[in-house]
């Protein structure tokens, strides 16, 4: 049977089922938000190009339902490739995939007026996204790592306890504390 202490140490140190789901749906919202940008950006730039400042509502609406929906697909059918730790085979599957959709969707709901030289220059410029997004996730990691360490480094030297120190903990605490 555990003790009072490791419970509360497990519960502590682990998730609730709640706080899962708030961070795999922050994390959704992000992507679809970062995606959300990267194509609107691209019609705008082919809106234009073609001589008009204007862009439909009606677009911009399946570009987010699409993005929202391509997060969830990512998330839970692909496992979140675009975060692993390496490009391997089924994460460029994946990632072709993914692309496909996009261009598909693209050419489908007439975003680029059905023009398949720019549905095809779009899906490289979301292969070029996805590739971007791999990169930072992967920078940030490094990042996060070196900071863990030296966070770590940083509590480790600062716990020490002195060998020639000797009794209960209580007594080597009044004794740093003075």
């Not at 194509?39 to 001589?51: A, E, K, P, T, W």
């Not at 609406?61 to 730790?85: C, N, P, R, S």
């Not at 000797?166 to 605490?173: D, I, K, L, Q, V």
């Amino acid at each position: 049977m555990k003790s009072r202490e490791e419970k509360e140490g497990r519960e502590w140190t682990r998730l609730s089922l709640l706080e899962r789901y708030l961070a795999a749906e922050i994390e959704i919202e992000f992507k679809a938000c970062l995606y959300f940008f990267c194509i609107l950006f691209f019609y705008s730039v082919y809106r234009l190009m073609c001589g008009s400042g204007e862009a439909s509502i009606l677009h911009m609406g399946e570009m987010i339902v699409l993005t929202y929906g391509m997060g969830y697909f990512q998330k839970y059918a692909l496992a979140g490739f675009d975060e692993a730790d390496r490009l391997g085979i089924r994460e460029i599957g994946s990632l072709l995939l993914c692309v496909g959709i996009y261009a598909a969707i693209s050419y489908l709901c007439a975003w680029f007026d059905r023009r398949v030289p720019v549905t095809v220059i779009y899906a490289v410029f979301m292969a070029l996204a996805y590739v971007c997004g791999y990169l930072v996730y992967k920078i940030k990691r490094a990042l996060d790592a070196k900071r863990l360490n030296e966070d770590l480094r940083a509590f480790q030297g600062r716990n020490t306890i002195d060998p020639g120190l000797h009794g209960s903990w209580r007594e080597r605490w009044t004794i740093k504390r003075q």
